[in-house]
C-alpha cells in the first residue's frame, strides 16, 4: 500500500458525506482510508457504514481529541506514505497526486505539504487559507522560524512519510496539536511547500471546537510550552524570532480579552508583549490605550 488518508470523525454527519466524496474522487489506486470515529454521538456512524468496504473504520466509545484519534488510525494503517483530511473540509483536485509526485521526485524531503483555501457553510469561496505574505516566504524556505507564525501546515494539507511520522511520534494529545506537530517537523524533518490549494477548510461555527478567546490562551500555551521543550528552537530560528512569536501571541490573547472587559488581564498580556518586542510601537499604543485603571504587571521575559 503507497498512501494511507486517514480521517478523525467526531460528529460529523452534517457535512461527512461531502467530505468523504472528495477524498474518494482523489484517492489514487494502491491506497486506503482508515476513518476513526471519534465518540460520536450523531449520525457519523450510520453515514461511515453507508460506505462500506471504501473504508476502514475505527470506533472510540468515549472522544480522544483528533490528534490521539489520528495516532490511532495510522497504527492501523499500511500505506508507506500517509496524508490526513478533517471530516468537514473537502479534497481539491490533485490533493494526494500532486504531493506523492513530489515526494517520490524528491527523495530527500521528508514531507510536503500544499495551500487551501476557505469555504463557508455553503461551499462558497472565502479566500486563500495562507495568505500571499506567507506563502511567498514558505516558497523560499519552510523552517521552524516560518512556522512560528502560526498555523500554516495544515495537517489536510500534507503527505508525511511513515517513518518521519513515526519519528515524530505522531500527533500530541493537547489542544493545538497541528501546530505542535507543524514545529516538531520543521525542527526535525526536510520540508517542501507547494503553493497550490489541495483541499477546502470549511470555516463554520462547528468547526471551532472552542470560542476564540480560548483558542488565543490555547496558542499561546503551547508555544510557551514547545519553546520551553525545545530550547534549540532560539538558536534555530534566532532568539529574536522566538520572542516576536511570543509577543505576537500574547498581543492576541490582549486582543480577546480586552473585546471581553477583562482590560487587566490585557494590559499584563500587552506588558509581556511589550517586554519581548520593545521595539514595538504598536503593542506600546495598544497598552497605553486601554481603559484608566488597567496596570500591567511587571513583565516576566522567559
Not at 498512501?3 to 468523504?20: D, F, K, M, T
Not at 469561496?125 to 495562507?130: A, E, R, S, T, V
Request: contains cysteine.
Amino acid at each position: 500500500m503507497r498512501l494511507s488518508v486517514v480521517i478523525p470523525a467526531h460528529n460529523a454527519a452534517r457535512y461527512l458525506e461531502s467530505a468523504l466524496d472528495s477524498v474518494l474522487r482523489e484517492l489514487p489506486a494502491d491506497a486506503e482510508i482508515v476513518v476513526v470515529d471519534d465518540g460520536s454521538s450523531d449520525a457519523t456512524p450510520q453515514i461511515l457504514a453507508a460506505h462500506g468496504e471504501r473504508l476502514r473504520v475505527l470506533r472510540h466509545a468515549t472522544p480522544l481529541g483528533p490528534g490521539r484519534a489520528r495516532n490511532r488510525g495510522v497504527a492501523a494503517s499500511s500505506g508507506r506514505i500517509l496524508a490526513f483530511h478533517d471530516a468537514d473540509d473537502l479534497a481539491l483536485p490533485g490533493r494526494f497526486a500532486l504531493l506523492l509526485e513530489a515526494l517520490e521526485a524528491r527523495p530527500e524531503v521528508d514531507l510536503v505539504f500544499g495551500n487551501g483555501i476557505k469555504i463557508d457553510g455553503e461551499n462558497r469561496p472565502i479566500g486563500p487559507l495562507i495568505p500571499v505574505r506567507y506563502s511567498r516566504r514558505l516558497r523560499r524556505r519552510v523552517g521552524v522560524r516560518e512556522l512560528l507564525e502560526g498555523g500554516l501546515l495544515y495537517p489536510q494539507a500534507l503527505c508525511i512519510r511513515r517513518a518521519a511520522f513515526d519519528a515524530l511520534a505522531g500527533f500530541g494529545a493537547d489542544r493545538a496539536e497541528d501546530w505542535d506537530f507543524a514545529l516538531r517537523a520543521a525542527l526535525a524533518l526536510r520540508l517542501e511547500f507547494i503553493d497550490v490549494p489541495v483541499f477546502a477548510y470549511r470555516k463554520h461555527a462547528a468547526s471551532m471546537s472552542m470560542q476564540e478567546r480560548e483558542f488565543s490562551h490555547v496558542m499561546l500555551d503551547m508555544l510557551e510550552r514547545f519553546v520551553a521543550a525545545h530550547p534549540e528552537t532560539r538558536t534555530i530560528a534566532g532568539e529574536r524570532a522566538v520572542r516576536a512569536a511570543l509577543a505576537k501571541r500574547y498581543a492576541r490573547c490582549a486582543r480577546h480579552d480586552e473585546r471581553a472587559g477583562d482590560y487587566r488581564t490585557a494590559a499584563e498580556e500587552l506588558g509581556r508583549a511589550v517586554a519581548l518586542a520593545p521595539t514595538s510601537l504598536r503593542y506600546r499604543w495598544r497598552l497605553l490605550t486601554l481603559p484608566r485603571g488597567a496596570r500591567p504587571a511587571a513583565p516576566r521575559v522567559s
